[in-house]
């Protein structure tokens, strides 16, 4: 196929068929697509603060994205991003709640331990699968039920805030806050950190050594193991940066967003992410965009609700779809292309 | 001839972005009759039996056949979890009710097989079966559906000198019975010794058509290339020079276990390893590239440049460019990096260079390299072993499934590096090539050291005997 018809039957077509299935969903819920899409609009773009909102969610889906776009890119299933993106978030409510440093020092130790946290999940799925042949599918799916459990115990005894009413850290320090980036919004400058990381990682696939080496296992791990590529090493260390990479974004909600820990940090961000990846052709700089899309989704789905009375969890079930058009989408380019010569 | 055409192509063109693949090209295929489709890779074959079978619609002319036409694919498309007779009837198993007839499945399978003259058992697993039964199931599932043409892709790719005289006895009593077959191959001592008649094939049109009798292995091989065969490159005098030692090489298991392996290349020779496929050939250049552990010694000085055995799997990622596959094996050296970045102009340079230095046909080295004609992929797997002027060259059947052109330029291309002073150790299924290439041969049987011999004192027959385990 031409980079043309590529775009078109990827990023492109599933954008159209996403919201042929909204439309769908709509008339199914007793409305017209016309005002369920412009309750959405409304609700995710009408104003300073709906535009906020959207950014906001948009931060909390790209950096999950990124890790996962990281480890998709190696060849690895990572599906574990909402328990990595917890415990990072974890990590740095924890240190965060008993620091004693300047601000910036201590935001920044807070995304280091977000890293440390989410990294240090990653890591223990790729060790499970370099070390044993564990299947990461099944590890990391796994490890979102153990972080979830984890992340609620501790915070309901040994990292309870002492005033905290529920299962929460103490709030941080207003020092500690990740500056506001849009003026009376919710949204921080971790909106900023994604887009520069995607940056990198852009940069960090085409051009560097790492990056080859990376992209060779995915697309051809018996060509990059002959190449003198240590596979097994690269599917601890592409995990442990997925994870991490995630991490940071928990940290970035606690520091950003909700200024404590609690295990309502994500609506399932970890999992949405993936359709995000997806959507956005595995390319950092596509997913900001996708990224964008599914926050407009993600804030103007409850608009929707209240105006024009489509269930907010239509939004989750085209969510859903929309991976399972992806998977199909890429079953149906490979069967095109095998056919030409 | 005789009769009607079974198959009659008429004006065929088919053109893809950037090369007009098949150019106003007639084909008739009479019963009877075993016709080659040969040339270059590139020329149009593929493309044009993919026409005939109805694969691919031509841009322009006519397609028109009487019955079925069959065809049967260089790469097997078999389910090894399943039976043999599983596969065979996939898609059409008689049905007994919603039930499949499992019984009447297999008489039916044994059935054809007996008509013939197939030798199978129809409960095997296909996983279990060694390649020449593999390619027979292949065959009995295109002959279950009766067909009156019959096309074969490079069918003898992948089996052993016994299994293709086995196969090729099939072939010709099917034709003795009026089917209609196309061979496509590369191997043209098989087109002179089984084909009635032969189409060769460059850029795309028909440059010569003749009944075998009137023609020669070096008349078709001329017309493939369209003039002289290039010739191997000439064996210099070389300073022999410490190069590869391995001594007491104990690796693998099973039947292809190294054990008491010795062997010595110096710098300057070309060793050849001659043994059937499966006598632990593998086993050995997965030692030496250091892919699998082993015990004993192997010293070896200097750097090494590795043509491995299947191209597609161990040598290149076929989704990138031939710019990008440049480096792969070689990323990891100080010079491939500028700062942090890989240097794309230098490994830019290098592609240009290899493409030039193997007339590796690419329009671009940006195009992906599964664009690329088998024999071009391994042109460039080739070019990227030697570009660095390794001190140790290991090929593995480095000409396997490619055309004679493309072929003497590899061969040219070792030659030089030989010649140079690299030590090349050449394992190759193929004992043409190894008496061609080689300074000294040693016989490689079940994992061992079965004899060797020095260029002067090179004998065909006792080296096939020695090949075939009887000293």
Same mark, same amino acid.
């Not at chain 2, 993919?50 to 078999?78: C, K, M, N, W, Y």
């Given at each position: ?68 776009? +990281?480890? @998709?890119? $190696?060849?690895? /299933? ?7 993106? =917890?415990? %990072?978030? !974890?990590? &740095? *409510? ?48 796994? +490890?979102? @039920?153990? $972080?979830?459990? /984890? ?7 040994? =990292?309870? %805030?002492? !005033?905290? &009413? *529920? ?52 697309? $051809? ?16 260390? &592409? ?103 | ?471």
């Amino acid at each position: 196929m031409t980079r043309a018809t590529r775009m078109i039957a990827g990023p492109l077509g599933a954008v159209v068929l996403i919201l042929v299935l909204m439309s769908l969903a709509m008339i199914a819920a007793g409305t017209s697509p016309v005002d369920g899409f412009t309750a959405l609009f409304v609700g995710a773009l009408g104003g300073r603060n709906q535009i906020g909102e959207t950014l906001v969610a948009t931060t909390a889906l790209l950096f999950p994205a990124l890790g996962i776009c +990281l480890a @998709f890119r $190696a060849g690895l /299933f990572n599906i574990g991003a909402e328990g990595q993106l =917890l415990i %990072g978030g !974890l990590c &740095a *409510g924890a240190l965060g709640a008993v620091l004693t440093v300047p601000g910036p020092i201590g935001i920044v130790l807070m995304l280091i331990a977000g890293a440390i946290g989410g990294g240090a999940w990653g890591a223990i799925a790729g060790w499970m699968k370099a070390r044993f042949g564990a299947n990461e599918i099944i590890a990391t799916l796994m +490890l979102n @039920f153990v $972080a979830a459990y /984890f992340a609620l115990e501790l915070v309901s005894g040994p =990292l309870k %805030g002492p !005033l905290a &009413a *529920g299962a929460e850290t103490a709030w941080l320090d207003p020092k500690y806050w990740l500056p506001t980036l849009l003026p009376a919004t919710r949204l921080s400058i971790a909106l900023l950190l994604a887009v520069a990381l995607a940056l990198v990682l852009q940069w960090t696939f085409s051009r560097t050594v790492f990056g080859y080496d990376l992209r060779a296992s995915g697309e $051809a791990p018996e060509a990059a193991r002959r190449s003198g590529i240590n596979l097994a090493r690269l599917t601890w260390l &592409a995990l442990t940066l997925s994870g991490a990479i995630a991490g940071v974004g928990g940290a970035t909600i606690v520091s950003g967003e909700l200024h404590r820990f609690n295990t309502q940090l994500s609506p399932g961000y970890g999992f949405t992410a993936i359709a995000v990846a997806l959507v956005g052709d595995l390319q950092p700089l596509w997913i900001c965009i996708a990224a964008f899309g599914f926050g407009i989704l993600e804030s103007g789905g409850l608009a929707m609700q209240a105006s024009a009375q489509v269930p907010k969890d239509a939004i989750h079930v085209i969510e859903g779809l929309i991976i399972f058009v992806l998977a199909a989408r890429r079953y149906v380019a490979t069967r095109v292309e095998g056919t030409l010569p | 001839m005789a009769g009607e055409p079974v198959l009659s192509l008429r004006g065929i063109r088919k053109a893809f972005p950037g090369v007009v693949a098949v150019d106003g090209v007639d084909l008739d295929l009479f019963p009877g009759e075993i016709h080659a489709l040969v040339g270059e890779n590139g020329a149009g074959k593929s493309t044009l039996s993919a026409i005939a079978f109805g694969e691919l619609q031509p841009d322009e002319g006519t397609v028109s056949a009487r019955g079925t036409v069959g065809l049967v694919h260089q790469h097997f498309e078999l389910i090894g979890r399943l039976r043999v007779w599983q596969n065979v009837l996939l898609g059409r198993e008689p049905h007994r009710g919603w039930r499949i007839d499992e019984v009447a499945a297999r008489e039916r399978v044994v059935a054809v097989a007996q008509r013939n003259g197939l030798e199978i058992d129809p409960d095997a697993f296909v996983e279990t079966l060694p390649i020449g039964v593999q390619q027979r199931v292949e065959l009995l599932r295109e002959l279950d559906r009766d067909p009156a043409v019959l096309l074969l892709d490079e069918p003898t790719a992948a089996l052993a000198p016994a299994e293709i005289e086995s196969f090729f006895a099939t072939i010709v009593q099917l034709a003795a019975r009026g089917t209609a077959i196309m061979i496509v191959t590369h191997k043209l001592q098989e087109v002179t010794a089984y084909a009635t008649r032969v189409t060769v094939m460059r850029h795309g049109k028909v440059v010569e058509r003749t009944l075998i009798g009137e023609t020669s292995i070096d008349a078709i091989a001329r017309a493939m290339v369209g003039g002289e065969l290039p010739a191997v490159a000439r064996r210099a005098t070389t300073q022999m020079k410490p190069g590869l030692r391995v001594r007491d090489l104990r690796a693998g298991s099973g039947a292809t276990r190294l054990h008491d392996f010795y062997l010595d290349v110096r710098g300057g020779e070309i060793v050849g390893i001659a043994g059937v496929e499966g006598n632990g050939q593998s086993t050995l250049a997965d030692a030496l590239a250091g892919m699998i552990d082993y015990k004993g010694t192997i010293e070896r000085t200097g750097t090494i440049g590795i043509i491995p055995q299947d191209r597609q799997r161990e040598a290149l990622v076929m989704n990138w460019s031939l710019v990008e596959n440049t480096l792969l094996g070689r990323q990891h050296r100080k010079e491939a990096c500028r700062g942090l970045e890989l240097d794309r102009g230098r490994a830019r340079t290098e592609a240009l260079a290899i493409r030039e230095r193997l007339d590796i046909r690419a329009a671009s080295v940006d195009m992906p390299v599964r664009t690329l004609s088998g024999g071009n992929q391994q042109k460039l797997v080739v070019g990227r072993a030697l570009i660095d002027r390794p001190d140790f060259v290991l090929a593995y059947n480095p000409t396997r499934g490619i055309d004679v052109g493309a072929a003497a330029l590899v061969q040219s291309r070792i030659m030089e590096a030989r010649n140079h002073g690299a030590a090349v150790l050449l394992i190759s299924f193929e004992l043409d090539e190894i008496l061609t290439l080689a300074d000294a041969v040693i016989v490689m049987y079940r994992g061992a050291v079965l004899g060797s011999f020095g260029r002067e004192a090179f004998d065909r027959a006792a080296i096939g005997r020695l090949m075939a385990g009887s000293a």
